[in-house]
């Protein structure tokens, strides 16, 4: 099983829609948990940490549920400019520093 | 934010040649460095852990004696793809986290990475 799984997508959706990404992790003591957007041949950016309590930033809101291993964002009024590949980020095992990324969730905002 | 640099931005080369990838922390010291590697329609993977003095160490599975690295200063680590074939064509990515006293933050600051392709 992979350590972070996502659904690759691709999501086409139209301008103003809402859309929503969910990974799993598969170890159960992760403690860091983030989405970073990566645009088409550019090094990944973080888009947000996700916390236990949830948190949202804008038209982004992330929620992580540690019962079930999940984490998923939630995006809202999709622009045109939110079209990129979304990563799901967790601490590796054993590590606090080192990451685990997710293949990726492929989103296409359409005018 | 912080600022991580990367040198060369896209290397081509032939066969059998060494690449040497630098990474550099513009504005705050690095002890600690990673190197990813990015296959097309993949996603980053861990190569490394690079530290400041010490050796660097390696994830499972990629060749210490194939990929150098060398983290010489507090703002640059260095990793040098020795002998590069076809295979090792890939986006190469480094990133650095800071710290405020001995707590080291959650956010990696990445590089714009390295496009490396061997022919």
């Known amino acids: 099983r992979k350590e972070v799984e996502q659904d690759p997508g691709p999501f086409n959706v139209p301008e103003g829609a809402t859309v929503a990404f969910n990974c799993t992790y598969s170890?159960?003591?992760?403690?860091?948990f983030f989405w970073y957007r990566q645009d088409c041949r550019k090094e990944p950016k973080l888009l947000m940490s996700v916390y236990s309590s949830g948190n949202e930033d804008g038209r982004f809101t992330a929620q992580l549920n540690r019962a079930s291993q999940y984490i998923s964002l939630l995006i809202r009024d999709s622009k045109l400019s939110d079209s990129a590949t979304y990563l799901c980020v967790v601490n590796k095992k054993g590590s606090a520093r080192q990451l685990t990324f997710g293949s990726g969730t492929q989103l296409t905002v359409l005018p | 934010g912080a600022v991580v640099s990367q040198h060369p931005s896209w290397v081509i080369c032939k066969s059998g040649t060494s690449v040497k990838i630098e990474c550099r922390s513009l504005d705050f010291q690095a002890t600690t460095m990673f190197w990813y590697r990015q296959f097309p329609k993949q996603s980053l993977m861990l190569m490394a852990t690079s530290n400041e003095g010490s050796k660097a160490t390696y994830e499972q599975g990629v060749e210490k004696d194939k990929f150098l690295i060398n983290h010489a200063s507090l703002t640059l680590s260095t990793l040098t793809v020795t002998s590069a074939h076809p295979e090792d064509s890939s986006f190469y990515i480094c990133?650095?986290?800071?710290?405020?006293?001995?707590?080291?933050?959650?956010?990696?600051?990445f590089g714009p990475g390295t496009r490396l392709l061997v022919l």
């Open positions: 170890n159960s003591a992760s403690q860091s």
């Open positions: 990133s650095a986290d800071t710290r405020t006293g001995t707590v080291y933050q959650e956010t990696q600051y």
